[in-house]
């Protein structure tokens, strides 16, 4: 991640989370839910069925750089999200989530903090098998497109 982010500053002279972000909000179809200071959406290149980034909204390296509200803005949000997984299908949606944030050392100007949210439920009593050529080389096929995933989302709320 860090070294596309520094590809495209290099490149472009911006800052590629910020924009991620920026065009997400501004375009609002693949926004699943959000709050003054968080949004979550499915990306735009979503490897999994039901995928979802969660950003705040000011550009911060890691945990410790939130503030209070953040923080609690943060948890309304994240329960937000995994209750509409949950009702996609009327079961309790198995995830994987992480946090992706900023070396300690190096590239902390690259990095913005954010939380990766999947499934492996691709539809009710159906999971997401990997094939060859997403597990060997990381081209992943989905057959959601992420604004279908995300409206699903935003109607499971």
Request: hydrophobic residues 45%; negative net charge.
């Amino acid at each position: 991640m860090l070294e596309l982010a520094r590809a495209h500053r290099e490149r472009t002279g911006g800052d590629l989370f910020a924009e991620v972000l920026a065009d997400e909000r501004a375009a609002e179809v693949r926004v699943v839910a959000g709050n003054d200071l968080w949004t979550a959406f499915v990306p735009e290149a979503a490897r999994w069925p039901y995928e979802v980034h969660l950003f705040p909204h000011r550009k911060v390296p890691d945990l410790p750089a939130l503030t209070a509200a953040e923080r609690d803005a943060f948890g309304l949000l994240y329960v937000d999200v995994l209750r509409r997984l949950d009702g996609l299908f009327g079961v309790p949606m198995p995830y994987v989530s992480a946090w992706h944030q900023a070396p300690v050392s190096r590239d902390r100007d690259l990095a913005y903090l954010h939380l990766q949210l999947f499934s492996s439920r691709r539809a009710a009593g159906k999971l997401k098998y990997l094939a060859g050529s997403e597990a060997a080389m990381g081209a992943f096929v989905n057959d959601i497109r992420p604004e279908d995933a995300a409206e699903r989302l935003r109607a499971a709320g």
